[in-house]
């Protein structure tokens, strides 16, 4: 039986104005772009030669990128200041830098994902490999599509094997490590954005293992 894909945009407005509803936190900009058509989503796969899951092709009708970043109001009272890290113990989210932002999601639109030029925002040398396979830095590339870039230390891939079949990896450390991330698929993901409100280091407690890339992990939540 088919799964109704969720509104998407739908839930990160709803989610976007409870934070603006509570003095504790600042938005610096929510961005939701228009819809792609099915036929222009279609179009681009034949043109590129990926093919997308049909999560992907439905979220990109929804939307063609995502932009959200907010942080910690620095006036909010010490007693509200300690409730909150109390509540997120591990967060740094009075960051609000784009270099390391606390809490952040920056989805490309599709075009950008599949055609970037990404060379010089990502560390790779050849011999490194991936997963234990020897890529050229354009094999790399062409497998290795930039997603959601929330920040400058970390980001989230979308990882193809011979252009089908992607799933959402965690890059660290500068987009430097590759290999230290479990795989996820687009709907957990964007579930789990919903559910940590975009914080960059849940990410990491969510999808990090060493060695952890054979592993699939979902992430339900109820709409």
């Known amino acids: 039986m088919t ?17 603006r509803r509570q003095s504790l936190f600042v938005i610096e900009r929510f961005t939701l772009a228009e819809p792609l058509s099915m036929s222009d ?10 093919e997308l ?9 929804q939307m063609n990128g995502l932009d959200l970043k907010w942080f910690l109001d620095p006036a909010i009272s010490d007693a509200d200041r300690a409730s909150f890290h109390l509540e997120y113990p591990d967060m740094d989210v009075e960051n609000s830098s784009d270099e390391y932002a606390s809490a952040a ?3 490309l639109p599709l075009r ?12 790779y040398e050849p011999d ?22 929330f920040s400058d230390y970390r980001a989230s891939i979308l990882a193809f094997r011979e252009k089908k079949d992607p799933a ?36 990491k407690r969510w999808l990090f293992e060493y060695g952890g890339y054979d592993q699939r992990v979902r992430f339900d939540q109820e709409s």
């Open 3 to 19: 799964q109704t894909f969720p509104d998407y945009r739908a839930l990160f407005t709803r989610m976007v104005d409870e934070l």
């Open 112 to 123: 950008d994902v599949l055609t970037r030029d990404w060379g010089e925002e990502v560390y």
């Open 41 to 50: 989503i279609q179009a681009l796969e034949r043109e590129t030669g990926y």
């Open 168 to 203: 959402v990896f965690l890059l660290d450390d500068h987009h430097a490590v590759w290999d230290e991330s479990r795989g996820t698929d687009v709907r957990s993901y964007l579930n789990f954005l919903l559910a940590t409100k975009g914080q960059s280091d849940a990410r």
């Open 128 to 149: 490194m490999g991936f997963h234990g396979q020897s890529l050229s830095t354009e094999d790399f590339q062409a497998s290795m599509r930039p997603f959601d870039l």
């Open 105 to 107: 999601i920056r989805i």
């Open 53 to 61: 899951t049909d999560d992907l092709r439905a979220f990109y009708a």
